[in-house]
C-alpha cells in the first residue's frame, strides 16, 4: 500500500556521522508509527529508533543519546540522524511500520546500508 524507499547510507570512519532518509509513496504515518531498523550481519532485524506522528520517540539502549529519530510529515520523510557512529552500528537500516511488523506481515525495502570502518 505503501512504498518506502531509505537512503542515505554509506561509509564512514569511526566517530562519524550519516543522516538516513526514510521517504514513503504517500501519507508516511498511514500507522501511528514510524520506525528505523538495522540488520547486522547473521542477525534479525531489530528495532532501534521509533517515532509517532505525534512526535513520541523512543530508541534502543544501545543507539539512545547517539541516534535521533524525526519526522516530517508534510514532507512523507522520516530521518535517523546518527551520530558517533561505532564499528558495530554496522548494518543495514531500513524504515517500517511497527505495528505491522509486529503482526509478522510486513514487506520490507532493500535497506541502505551503513558501513563504519577505519
Known amino acids: 500500500q505503501v512504498q518506502l524507499v531509505e537512503s542515505g547510507g554509506g561509509l564512514v570512519q569511526p566517530g562519524g556521522s550519516l543522516r538516513l532518509s526514510c521517504e514513503a509513496s504517500?501519507?508516511?504515518?498511514?500507522?501511528?508509527?514510524m520506525g528505523w531498523y538495522l540488520q547486522a550481519p547473521g542477525k534479525e532485524r531489530e528495532l532501534v529508533a521509533g517515532?509517532?506522528?505525534?512526535?513520541?520517540?523512543n530508541y534502543a539502549d544501545s543507539v539512545r543519546g547517539r541516534f535521533t529519530i524525526a519526522r516530517d510529515i508534510a514532507k512523507n520523510m522520516v530521518y535517523l540522524q546518527m551520530n558517533s557512529l561505532k564499528p558495530e552500528d554496522t548494518a543495514v537500516y531500513y524504515c517500517?511500520?511497527?505495528?505491522?511488523?509486529?503482526?509478522?506481515?510486513?514487506?520490507w525495502g532493500q535497506g541502505t546500508k551503513d558501513t563504519v570502518s577505519s
Open positions: 504517500r501519507n508516511i504515518f498511514v500507522s501511528d508509527s
Open positions: 517515532i509517532t506522528r505525534h512526535g513520541s520517540t
Open positions: 517500517n511500520y511497527p505495528v505491522v511488523v509486529g503482526r509478522g506481515s510486513t514487506n
